[in-house]
C-alpha cells in the first residue's frame, strides 16, 4: 500500500519561531489532509489538500502532488501550537484515509 | 452541526467483558471509518462503510471485532470479549465520498481493558 512519511519525527521550537514540516508519499493521491493533535488527543482537521497552496492565519500547506510531497508551514508559533501533526492521503483509486507517523512539536514559552 | 459524536468518550472494562464503542456521523456524510490509535501501530484503519455497507473490513484485527451500521446516522462497534491489548483510543470519522471536503475525526473513545 501507499506510505507515508514524515520528518522530522520531533520538533522543539520557542515561542516565536517558524517551522516547516513535510510529508513525503509513495504514489498518487486524491485526498491529503493535515490533522493537528491536540494534547487531549483530538484530531483536528488543519487542510484538506491534495494539490496548490493554502493559508489559514499563522499557518499554510503546499502540496506538489506530482513531486509527492507537502510542507505545512507554521509561523509564529505559539505554546497552543504543541502537539502531534499527521498527515494523511488517499491512494488514487482506493478510500482509505492513511497516516503517516507524525511530527510531535514542542513549543516552549 | 455538532460534527463527528462518539460515546463514550472513556470506558474502562474487564478483561472478558463485551464493550459497544458509538458513533454518529456528520448529517449527510454518506462514508464512515473506524479507527484505532496505539502507541506501537499508530493510526490504522479498522473498517469503512460506504451507504451504510462494510467496504472494507481488512484492518479488522480479529473475530472479537464486529462493527455494524444500521442507518446512516450510527455506527457500533464491537469488542467481545475484550483483552488487555485492545486498550487503545478508537476514533470514528466520516466524509461526503463526492465532495473535497476531506474526513472529519470524532474526539475518540478511550478504551482500557484491565
Known amino acids: 500500500g501507499i506510505q507515508v512519511e514524515q520528518s522530522p519525527p520531533d520538533l522543539i521550537l520557542q515561542e516565536g519561531a517558524n517551522s516547516t514540516l513535510r510529508c513525503n508519499f509513495s504514489d498518487s493521491v486524491n485526498n491529503l489532509q493535515w490533522f493537528h493533535q491536540n494534547p487531549w488527543g483530538q484530531l483536528i482537521n488543519l487542510f484538506y489538500?491534495?494539490?496548490g497552496t493554502k493559508q489559514n492565519g499563522r499557518l499554510s500547506a503546499t502540496t506538489v502532488a506530482t513531486e509527492r510531497y507537502s510542507l505545512l508551514y507554521i509561523s509564529s508559533s505559539q505554546t497552543t501550537d504543541s502537539g502531534v501533526y499527521f498527515c494523511a492521503v488517499v491512494n488514487t483509486g482506493f478510500q482509505k484515509l492513511v497516516f503517516g507517523t507524525g511530527t510531535r512539536l514542542l513549543v516552549s514559552p | 452541526d455538532a460534527g463527528v459524536i462518539q460515546s463514550p468518550r472513556h470506558e474502562v472494562t474487564e478483561m472478558g467483558q463485551e464493550v459497544t464503542l458509538r458513533c454518529k456521523p456528520i448529517s449527510g456524510h454518506n462514508s464512515l471509518f473506524w479507527y484505532r490509535q496505539t502507541m506501537m501501530r499508530g493510526l490504522e484503519l479498522l473498517i469503512y462503510?460506504?451507504?451504510?455497507?462494510?467496504?472494507?473490513d481488512s484492518g479488522m484485527p480479529e473475530d472479537r471485532f464486529s462493527a455494524k451500521m444500521p442507518n446512516a446516522s450510527f455506527s457500533t462497534l464491537k469488542i467481545q470479549p475484550s483483552e488487555p491489548r485492545d486498550s487503545a483510543v478508537y476514533f470514528c470519522?466520516?466524509?461526503?465520498?463526492?465532495?473535497?471536503?476531506?474526513?472529519?475525526f470524532g474526539s475518540g473513545t478511550r478504551l482500557t481493558v484491565v
Open positions: 462503510f460506504n451507504n451504510n455497507v462494510p467496504i472494507d
Open positions: 489538500i491534495p494539490s
Open positions: 470519522a466520516s466524509s461526503f465520498a463526492d465532495t473535497n471536503y476531506g474526513y472529519t
